[in-house]
């Protein structure tokens, strides 16, 4: 499943062809993924201008002008790829990378830019887990995306706003961060990676770190710190990449080589120092990775 990172990552890929760009045609090749298309979906598509690829935690919202905003969710295996038109002697005929997965091209969209280039951007989903829906009026109150939390980009989630959503929690602290409702976006792979980088065990209760006094504070402090920047470097690499996971350019992530305890079960803590290894746990049925020694 695509993290907040590789979605970050694609919208940014995506931008540049789409931002400003008018749609030209639409192309649903099947009447679903994992839902249904909405009614008339090319119809209310097509002839708009994209005025922004914004994101909300997973979920791109691309925003037409006079129309709806479209969300989009990646599921599982989502991609999307462009082709770019060759403008050089034949218009409209476009370069074919195609992948053997060829087959799961379901969505197609003709874009022209402002200076008349044309592109086309597939999505391609061989499990269809992801979704198109649109969204009416204002973006953050369809029910899909009205509970989210805090985003874990940018300053919002400091120490203090931290705090406050794991006050009086008992769950373990894995699970509280990975609670939707609190914090937008964040997923199994980031969490182990956040608490790693602020040496935070995933077994603690989460509440611990929001109790007054000085040690918690700092805690609080660390890990949010902890989460902002485990996001930005991936983001900054290009996201991570799980097996099926490309970029927008057809090219995979690679952040995955940069995972301090993620799939590195058995082997040393690279924190300088610690001489301890990384060990693989399960809790809610999934794989957490920590390090115990340096991990309280
Ligand atoms: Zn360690």
């Not at 690679?254 to 058995?266: L, N, T």
């Given at each position: 499943m695509p993290e907040l990172p590789e979605v970050e990552t694609v919208r940014r890929g995506l931008q540049p062809v789409l931002e400003g760009a008018r749609i030209a045609r639409v192309e649903a090749r099947r009447p679903d993924l994992r839902f249904p298309f909405p009614e008339r979906f090319s119809e209310r598509l097509t002839?708009?201008?994209?005025?922004a690829l914004g994101r909300r935690a997973k979920y791109l919202t691309m925003h037409l002008d006079g129309g709806p905003v479209l969300i989009c969710h990646l599921g599982m295996s989502g991609s999307f790829r462009i082709e770019t038109a060759?403008?050089?002697?034949?218009?409209?005929v476009f370069y074919h990378e195609r992948s053997?997965?060829?087959?799961?091209?379901?969505v197609v969209f003709d874009v022209v830019s402002p200076e008349g280039g044309r592109s086309r951007v597939i999505f391609n989903d061989p499990r269809r887990f992801g979704f198109m829906l649109f969204a009416e009026g204002l973006v953050d109150t369809h029910p899909m995306l009205a509970g989210l939390g805090v985003e874990p980009t940018g300053n919002a989630l400091d120490g203090a706003l931290l705090a406050s959503l794991l006050k009086?929690?008992?769950?373990p602290l894995k699970a509280a961060l990975l609670d939707q409702r609190l914090i937008a976006g964040l997923g199994n792979i980031y969490v182990s990676e956040a608490l790693w980088r602020a040496g935070l065990s995933p077994l603690r209760e989460a509440g611990t770190i929001a109790k007054a006094g000085k040690k918690a504070g700092e805690q609080a402090e660390r890990l949010a710190a902890a989460i902002r920047s485990v996001i930005a470097d991936a983001i900054a690499a290009g996201g991570s990449s799980l097996r099926d996971y490309m970029q927008t350019d057809g090219s995979m992530g690679?952040?995955?080589?940069?995972?301090?305890?993620?799939?590195?079960?058995?082997e040393p803590c690279?924190?300088?120092?610690?001489g301890g290894h990384i060990e693989r746990i399960v809790q809610s049925g999934r794989s957490t990775f920590y390090c115990r020694t340096c991990q309280r």
């Open positions: 002839g708009k201008t994209i005025t060759d403008s050089s002697d034949l218009p409209g053997k997965s060829a087959a799961h091209d379901h009086g929690r008992r769950s690679y952040f995955q080589h940069s995972f301090a305890v993620y799939d590195r079960e058995g690279s924190k300088p120092g610690c």
